[in-house]
């Protein structure tokens, strides 16, 4: 069953800052009615860049976090019971196809096999989606839009986009911001000031280049804003940092024991 799902129109501008052209292009690319792979590390910012485009765009925004489970018909629909009578339901792709919009398949690499093969003929020049239950075959409107991400980290044999899916979208790479753009970032997220935010930025570059070692990924700006948001709202910053920057990383003792020492040395 699907899990987790956004079918509601953003109504301002969330916020967000480029890292380089990646709004242009995406804008270029809804203009021209492509499809879009974002790739890029957790927490990086990729569902917030989506939302903030589908605010530029004025579009609704239909977002879904795939997971193990989720199958084909939970994105096209299925025949319910209701009232006593068999309905058909529409699923969030269905719905961003007859309504216009976006919408953005969160990790797709985690769904089953199944959902990769709907997405194809939405995603090349037929911009179509057959619907096989009820005999319809619905042409996207100019206004859809196809929008996937994943994180390359943590692809491997089982959990990879084939080459013949992958070159049917415009690609573009995410990474986490320069240390003075994500001061700024997290600064305006949590309310804590630049010059106490700047440090944290600093023992997030430390923690990151550890990542295929001690860790199996780096810290994410979405922690650094939860740390900042901490410390504005009064907590000890070494109490914020271990509750958001070192115990999401790891459950090893010896690991949590390491990475403390290196906060510590960071911030003084």
Known sequence: MLRALDTAPVPAVPYYVPAGNECTLFAHAHRNRLPV??????????????AHMAAELGLPLFTVSCHDDLAAADLTGRYLLKAGETVWVDGPLTRAVREGGICYLDEVVEARKDVTVVLHPLSDDRRILPLERTGEELAAPDGFMLVVSYNPGYQNLLKALKPSTRQRFVAISFDFLPPERETAVVAAESGLAEGKVRPLVSLAGRLRALKGQDLEEGISTRLLVYCATLIAAGMPAEEAVTATMIEPLTDEPDVRTALAEIA????G
Do not use: M, N
């Not at 510590?264 to 911030?267: F, V």
């Open 264 to 267: 510590r040395a960071t911030l």
């Open 37 to 50: 792979l974002l790739k890029g590390p957790t927490g990086c910012g990729k569902t917030r860049f989506v």
